[in-house]
């Protein structure tokens, strides 16, 4: 019969509480994803995605503050700790702002509403940032424009450990932006991950993803 040392049970029992804790946190970040939000306006039903980082911790809803207009819904998708940000709105415009719209170049009503829905979320930020890039997208709400800004300093996480952060401490990100314009109603999607700053294509993914499973109310 072979004995054990109490180093070797104690990293056993180590090795069987981390997979105990794979496997739980795994299950959240499924069961999470399996249910719908409602915004609080009930303006668009979303499946809560999926968060990305490797703890397997699920995003925190919160529902952005729209200034009582009844006919604006956001609501942002988060996990602080791992710089994960996701952003859904619904907005049904007023009479008068439609009708300047149809006025303009479709595309160019879109490159306007995609700076207005980032400023309108990162009111933080001093002015607007660079397209890195740019393109568009057939949807089921129409032509969507798909663009990353790089924002300079952007990041909300920072890289101070053991002390307090400064504004050195902040770093350049990417927001992946996803607008469509069907009439009134304007659908948008924002994407940013400050754990992945310099991929492109990992913002636009989720962007897209989530603009996908966003479901606009029949009553709008």
Not at 160 to 185: E, K
Not at 190 to 196: F, I
């Amino acid at each position: 019969m072979v004995r054990l040392s109490q180093s070797a049970i104690f990293a056993a029992l180590i090795s069987v509480a981390l997979l105990g804790l794979s496997f739980s946190c795994a299950f959240a970040a499924e069961a999470t994803a399996n249910r719908q939000y409602t915004g609080p306006n009930h303006m668009f039903t979303v499946s809560i995605p999926s968060s990305q980082n490797f703890a397997g911790v699920p995003y925190t809803i919160t529902a952005l503050d729209t200034k009582g207009d009844k006919q604006y819904d956001k609501a942002m998708f988060h996990v602080d700790d791992f710089g994960e940000y996701l952003v859904a709105g619904v907005r049904a415009m007023p009479s008068p702002a439609v009708s300047e719209m149809d006025q303009d170049e479709p595309r160019t009503v879109l490159r306007n509403l995609s700076e207005a829905t980032l400023m309108g979320w990162r009111t933080d930020l001093a002015a607007l940032p660079d397209v890195a890039r740019e393109s568009f997208l057939d949807t089921k709400y129409g032509e969507a424009i798909v663009r990353v800004y790089r924002v300079k300093k952007g990041s909300i996480l920072t890289r101070a450990q053991g002390r307090r952060p400064t504004g050195d401490d902040v770093f350049d990100t990417n927001i992946a932006s996803v607008v469509a314009r069907q009439g009134p109603i304007v659908v948008f999607v924002l994407a940013q991950d400050d754990a992945s700053p310099d991929e492109e294509s990992a913002v636009v993914r989720k962007a897209t993803e989530l603009f996908h499973e966003l479901r606009v109310s029949a009553n709008h």
